[in-house]
């Protein structure tokens, strides 16, 4: 599965395109998804800073949506449900009429 573009079709490359919490999460999920990820490397991946990343993790964490085995994070089947959830909806959202 291929990670759906942006919503934002933004042309103009000097402004600053603000990603909305659903691209974030979709985001931390995908990377997630690869494989048992830590910390680190989900951060710099999604391009986040400590305080987002850790506003994100324990949001997922806390509604099941990911766990933690030790040093890394995993998706649970309700994590595996978001994931293919969201890639869905961002397809149709991006499918051109």
């Known amino acids: 599965m291929r990670i759906p573009p942006p919503l934002s079709n933004n042309k103009n490359r000097n402004r600053r395109y603000k990603r909305s919490q659903f691209e974030v999460i979709f985001e931390i999920l995908h990377i997630i998804k690869e494989g048992e990820q830590i910390k ?55 499918s051109k009429p």
């Not at 991946?45 to 964490?61: H, P, Q, T, V």
């Not at 766990?67 to 969201?86: A, D, I, M, Q, R």
């Open 40 to 94: 680190t490397r989900i951060m710099y991946a999604a391009n986040l800073d400590w305080r987002n990343f850790s506003k994100y993790i324990d949001f997922l964490i806390s509604n099941g949506f990911i766990k933690k085995n030790k040093e890394k994070f995993e998706l649970t089947e309700l994590g595996k449900k978001l994931y293919s959830s969201l890639y869905e909806l961002f397809e149709i959202m991006n």
